[in-house]
C-alpha cells in the first residue's frame, strides 16, 4: 500500500509566482529603476495595496474597463466594500492628500508594487502583475511633462531597448474643450450607429471617447475617419502641447502624434503618451501616463496639477536580452566545504569572519555534511569562483584549501593550495573587486 498525497492546492489563475531562476532580472531591472528615481531626486511612496472601492470608482472613472470588469471588490467583514489596487495613481493621490503632502508644494514620487486586475491571462496580460508609477504634483508647465518622458526614455537606453520602442503622444484638452469636441464624436458616432459593437454602444452616451479607443478591427476604417480631438483643442492645451513637442525636439527624442490615443481611465487632461513595441504581440504598450490636472481637486484635495506615468514590469523584463541579463546573475564568491566534525563545528564561524572582513562578499556554506566529493558537487553547482576546504589537516596547520573552480589563478600557481586567513581575505578581496 502506497501513501496517498494531499490534493496540491494551486495558484490563482493569472498570478504567477517568480522563481529563483527568475529574480536576478527582476532585481535587475528593479535596481536600475531605483537608480534612475534617484538621478532625477525623485522619492518613494509606499501605499497599501487594499483601498475602499469608492476611491476607485470616483477616479478611475464608472464607466471603464477596470472599474466595469476588472476590479477585484470584496466586501471586508465589517461590510466595507475594499478593492485591491488596480493601479497606483488613485491611491498615491489619495495618500498624497490625506497626509497633507501636496499643499503648496511640489512631489516627485514613485512606487513600485503588485496591481490587480481581473482580464483574461495571457502572454504580457496578467490578474497580478507589477507597476513602477511616477506621479508629479504641483507643476503644470510641459517642461515635467518632458521630464518624465525623458526619464523613461534614459531607461530604454539603459536597458538597451531604445530601438524596440515608439512614443506616441496626444493631447486630450481641458475638460471643456474636450466637452465640445465630446458632443461632435457623439454626433459622428451616432450617425455611424449601425458600426459599433456593443461595448461601444454602451459607452456611446457615457463615455464616448473611450469608443476611439477601441480594439475592435471592425470598427477601425470608421474611427480612423471620425472628427481629431486635436483639431478641436483649446488655445492653452495647444500651447501646452507646441510646448512639449519643442522640448521632446531639442531632446531628440522622436514621437507620434497619435489622435485616437486616448487612455483607459477616465481622469486624464491634456498630455497622454504610450511607449509602444511591437515585439509583445498584442500586448505592445510598456509605459503610459499623462497629465491629470483635475483629480487631486476630484479626490478632495485642493486643485493641484499632476502629472504621471505606469509601467508594466512583466512586459518591460521580458524585452530585455537574455545575455544582458545572464551577465548580471550574482553567483557565490566561495563556497565552503567543511569535512568532518571538528570542520563542521568550526566552518561556520569561519563563513561569518569571511562575511565581516570581505565587504560584498558572498559565501555559500555546504551545510549538511556529505563525502567530499557530494560536498564538491554541490560547490560546483553553485557557480562559486573558488571552493574553500576546510578538513582536519587544514585545523591543524591553521590554514584553509583553495580549490580555483572558475576563478583565473596565477598561471604559476597550483589549481589548488593551502593559504592562511590573512591569504584567504586577501584572495577573497581580489574576488570581489573583480
Ligand atoms: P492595456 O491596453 O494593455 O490593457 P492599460 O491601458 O490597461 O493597458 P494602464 O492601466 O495604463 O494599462 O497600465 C500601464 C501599464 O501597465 C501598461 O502599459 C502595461 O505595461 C501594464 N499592464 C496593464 N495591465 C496589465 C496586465 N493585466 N498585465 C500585465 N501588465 C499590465
Ligand atoms: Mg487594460
Known sequence: MGTTLAEKIQSIRGMNDILPDETPAWQFVEEKLRQLMQSYDYDE?????????????????????????????????????????????????RAGVQNGILVNQQQR???????????????????????????????????????????????????????SVTLQLNSLGTPSSREVYRSILTDYLQENKPLLDEDSLRRLESNPLRILDSKNPAMQDMIGKAPRLMDHLDDESKEHFTRLCAYLDSAGIAYEINTRLVRGLDYYSKTVFEWVTDKL???????????????????????????????????????????????????PHAAL????????????????????????????????????????KRADKSQAKIALILGDDELDNNAITVKYLRASRDSDKPQQEQLSQSQIIELMNKLVSF
Open 45 to 93: 511612496i509606499r501605499f497599501p495595496i487594499v483601498e475602499k472601492t469608492a476611491l476607485f470608482k470616483r477616479s478611475i472613472g464608472e464607466v471603464t474597463d477596470i472599474v466595469e470588469k476588472e476590479m477585484y471588490t470584496f466586501d471586508d467583514r465589517n461590510g466595507d466594500s475594499l478593492t485591491l489596487r488596480p493601479e497606483g495613481t488613485a491611491a498615491c493621490v
Open 109 to 163: 514620487l514613485w512606487y513600485l508594487g503588485p496591481m490587480f486586475r481581473h482580464e483574461r491571462p495571457q502572454k504580457g496580460r496578467y490578474r497580478q502583475f507589477h507597476q513602477i508609477g511616477v506621479e508629479v504634483f504641483g507643476l503644470d508647465g510641459p517642461d515635467i511633462d518632458a521630464e518624465l518622458i525623458c526619464m523613461t526614455a534614459r531607461l530604454w537606453k539603459a536597458l538597451g531597448l531604445s530601438d
Open 281 to 331: 504581440g498584442a500586448q505592445g504598450t510598456i509605459c503610459a501616463g499623462g497629465r491629470y490636472d483635475g483629480l487631486v481637486k476630484q479626490l478632495g484635495g485642493r486643485d493641484t496639477p499632476a502629472v504621471g506615468f505606469a509601467m508594466g514590469l512583466e512586459r518591460l523584463i521580458s524585452l530585455v536580452d537574455n545575455d544582458e541579463l545572464e551577465k548580471h546573475l550574482k553567483h
Open 337 to 376: 566545504l567543511m569535512m568532518g566534525e571538528r570542520a563542521q563545528n568550526s566552518g561556520l564561524a569561519l563563513a561569518e569572519q569571511l562575511r565581516n572582513d570581505v565587504s560584498g562578499v558572498r559565501v555559500l556554506t555546504v551545510c549538511g555534511g556529505g563525502s567530499f566529493k557530494s560536498q564538491m
